[in-house]
């Protein structure tokens, strides 16, 4: 299936300051690249996706870009919140299309 | 509230043991996802259905099996629990059967085998 890597596994940052998550895939026919943030012992959440007709995609302090011949996306959260502390998961489909292949996930801490 | 429904919240039982977890996905989704997320780990794909068909398979255990009902409903089937069973299991529905459809995640089932 899909091989999704992310990094990094744990991240630090001062509250202000950006973060940012990068991730890399193996299918070269994956289109659709969602972002899940998950808070401690609740369900993960959608906050932003992209597909692969674009490059690029903000909402408000999120942002995700995609280089598809790099086959790699990330995760640009900028003027960082405590309440940003999560664990942020990448995804992406499989070779059948049909499911979700999540990262690793990524530990975001923001230091007030 | 993503409007996927996961009961119980929460499962204790003994190892050897069978249990069934069941998920209600959002009105009017047709694809319903099971994945595991043991402590401090990623989320693991287990298996999709679609419309009450099988549609994928990841790495699902032979212990475990899925079924999806007419009204859509799935249940999660794990059988001679083992301690490293233990972990919260999500459900996540979504109206198509393709990637490019959001999915929605239930609240999970914590599992916990002793």
């Known amino acids: 299936g899909e091989n999704v890597e992310q990094h990094p596994s744990t991240l630090s940052v001062q509250e202000g300051d950006s973060a940012v998550i990068k991730c890399t895939y193996s299918?070269?026919?994956?289109?659709?690249f969602p972002w899940y943030k998950q808070e401690l012992g609740k369900r993960p959440q959608l906050i932003i996706d992209?597909?692969?007709?674009?490059g690029e995609k903000k909402d408000q302090r999120i942002a995700v870009t995609l280089n598809k011949t790099a086959k790699h996306f990330s995760l640009h959260i900028t003027e960082t919140q405590p309440e940003d502390s999560a664990v942020y998961f990448c995804?992406?489909?499989?070779?059948?299309?049909?499911?979700?292949?999540f990262g690793t996930g990524t530990s975001l801490t923001v230091i007030p | 509230d993503s409007g996927v429904t996961q009961t119980p919240k929460h499962l204790i039982t003994a190892t050897g043991q069978r249990v069934t977890l069941r998920c209600s996905p959002r009105?009017?989704?047709?694809?319903v996802y099971w994945y595991q997320q043991s402590l401090d780990q990623g989320l693991q794909f287990l298996i999709q259905y679609y419309n009450g068909e099988e549609r994928a398979k990841g790495n699902i255990l032979e212990r475990f099996s899925a079924q999806q009902f007419p009204d859509l409903h799935s249940e999660l089937n794990l059988s001679s629990l083992e301690l490293g069973d233990s972990a919260l299991y999500f459900c996540a529905s979504s109206v198509a059967s393709g990637p490019r459809t959001e999915a929605f995640f239930g609240q999970g089932t914590r599992l916990t085998v002793v």
């Open positions: 009105s009017g989704d047709l694809s």
């Open positions: 299918d070269s026919a994956s289109n659709y």
């Open positions: 992209i597909r692969s007709n674009v």
């Open positions: 995804a992406a489909p499989g070779l059948a299309g049909n499911q979700f292949y």
